[in-house]
């Protein structure tokens, strides 16, 4: 008899649990793509180029003179050894 | 000759048990598989080495002072604690018989002042409690240590993947299906008469389906410490198995294919999104599910000190220093409850059985649930991510990558099974969350 009733509040707390579960991660999806859609809507690209400028500080001059110079001697020597 | 005689009653070898031997085995199995294997590490080396320390006879490292001291005080002491308890002892029966009345006087449950005085007494007389059962008692006890590490995980995680697809939260609740049959399994061995589960032991058993560490350990130390040790060590091997226990379900459950649909890139996620997500489920759990709180409380504050990324002090510190020595303290807490008489049970393999079928059931529901999704909607799911439903961050999110890659050379999943991945770990705090209401 204790085992019958075991038995069902397994099933219960089972049937509870996995409703719960799932009506908890669908309110989740809902509220993800609604704020995804407000947050598009209402603050769109700002916040986007905020955060890559933030992650990537701009290099600095000198060394971005510099690249150049190799770069372009790099370009320079690809050019004449295809040519021929 | 009298004092080597007393030197070699106090001696590890005149006072081991047979189960401490094998238990101190165990431990050495656990390092073994830790080392060699390198199963879960970072957690089976303290378990293991606890699991040891533990069982050392005489040294008395997983137990409390009061326990200690019932086990080898003088006879003066004994009589002493029983009367401290509000009872007497029989003067004519053997010490043995006195030790005996004094642990089953407290097994029963004294009131809360005769249990401390009974431990002034031990203090008194130079007991003290174990380390490990100090760290069991500070760290796992109050819940502190696998919150702790949830923060961490939580400083860890990035929701990307799953903010630019949020119907991957489903792969993760249908992979939570495998706590749920594995506990209505283990109530029905109780049930046939091959095992003897409460309901609340059975709660935590099933939970080791979440494949979640942290809320493994959580759970089963809130409904059923006496079983913690067998528990943590299923869930952190079978954490381990993933890439072996998962692949030929997957193949099992999958055609070829499916298993090379391609599916489309991820939109990139703007830090907003990612910073008012973990306020967003917060406000989700207070509203609907207080009791998951604690875990996903610690998860949410973990992953906004990441995201906001004006507290990089103390996001480095929740993910690396502060977790390091949780763990080490965890995992030595967890070994202390691999004392030979609560571990070596049938109960045990019980666990361990069960917690392979937990593994199975959460993987094949989340494949099951990502071809059911496929039907119903345009936008193609590859099943394989479904099996990183079942969290065990990130290991399962690499296996769907890995078999991905095995049909179709050029199809990375790694990304898109992320999604499920961290949806899982939600889905098994949220379940934690039902079961700790429901039982607590």
């Known amino acids: 008899m204790r085992d019958f009733e075991l038995l069902e509040e397994g099933l219960t707390l089972m049937a509870l649990g996995m409703g719960f579960v799932f009506v908890f991660l669908t309110v989740l999806v809902m509220t993800i793509t609604l704020m995804s859609l407000l947050l598009r809507r209402f603050a769109p690209e700002p916040v986007e180029q905020a955060a890559t400028g933030a992650a990537r500080p701009p290099a600095p001059a ?20 295809h040519r021929r | 000759m009298e004092k080597l005689v007393t030197l070699w009653y ?54 409390s002072a009061l326990d200690q001291a019932i086990e080898v005080a003088r006879p003066a002491v004994l009589q002493q604690m029983a009367s401290a ?11 043995e018989t006195w030790r005996a009345t004094l642990k089953a006087l407290v097994d029963e449950g004294p009131s809360p002042d005769q249990l401390r005085g009974a431990h002034d007494v031990a203090v008194n007389v130079g007991y003290g409690d ?17 919150l702790i590490i949830f923060m961490g995980v939580g400083a860890m995680t990035d929701f ?35 095992m003897d ?14 494949a979640d560490g942290p809320t493994s350990i959580y759970v089963s130390s809130m409904l059923a410490p006496e079983l913690l040790g067998a528990i943590a060590v299923a869930a952190y091997a079978y954490m381990a198995l993933v890439p072996m226990i998962q692949p030929p379900i997957m193949k099992l459950l999958t055609t070829r294919r499916e298993r090379e649909i391609t599916m489309t890139q991820l939109r990139p996620v703007s830090k907003l999104e990612k910073i008012v997500f973990p306020l967003a489920l917060l406000v989700l759990v207070a509203l609907f599910l207080p009791d998951a709180a604690p875990l996903l409380g610690m998860f949410c504050f973990g992953n906004l000190m990441r995201e906001c990324g004006v507290v990089e002090r103390l996001t480095d510190t929740a993910q690396n220093a502060l977790i390091n020595i949780v763990t080490i303290v965890l995992g030595l807490a967890v070994g202390s409850k691999l004392m030979a008489e609560s571990f070596l049970a049938l109960e045990t393999l019980g ?6 079928v937990a593994f199975a059931i959460g993987t094949a529901a989340g494949i099951l649930m990502a071809k059911l999704m496929n039907v119903m909607s345009k936008m193609p799911i590859n099943p394989l991510i479904g099996a990183a439903g079942v969290s065990a961050v990130p290991m399962a999110a690499r296996v769907a990558n890995k078999v991905g890659l095995e049909s179709n050379p050029h199809n990375f999943l790694l990304m898109h099974a992320m999604g499920p991945n961290v949806a899982g770990v939600i889905g098994s705090a949220v379940a934690a969350g ?7």
């Open chain 2, 160 to 194: 990307g993947p799953l903010l630019a697809n949020p119907r991957t939260l489903f792969l993760g609740a249908a992979a939570q299906f495998g706590i749920f049959a594995t506990l209505f399994g283990a109530v029905g061995m109780s049930a046939m008469g091959w």
């Open chain 2, 351 to 356: 666990i361990m059985a069960l917690g392979m």
């Open chain 2, 434 to 440: 039902v079961m700790i209401k429901y039982l607590g």
């Open chain 2, 85 to 95: 308890l509000g009872a007497t002892l029989d003067p004519l029966a053997a010490e």
């Open chain 2, 130 to 146: 174990g380390l490990l059962y100090v760290f069991y008692k500070v760290a796992v006890e109050s819940g502190i240590a696998p």
């Open chain 1, 62 to 81: 000198q060394q971005d003179a510099e690249l150049m110079a190799v770069i372009g001697a790099a370009l320079h020597r690809y050019r004449q050894r």
């Open chain 2, 10 to 63: 106090g001696s590890g070898a005149y006072n081991l048990t047979l189960g401490q031997a094998v238990m101190i085995v165990v431990g050495m199995v656990l390092l073994y598989l830790a080392i060699a294997k390198k199963f879960e590490p970072l957690l089976l080396v303290p378990i293991g080495f606890g699991g040891i320390l533990a069982n050392i006879p005489e040294a008395g490292l997983a137990i």
């Open chain 2, 197 to 210: 589960f409460s309901l609340e032991q059975s709660a935590a058993i099933g939970i080791i389906g979440g």
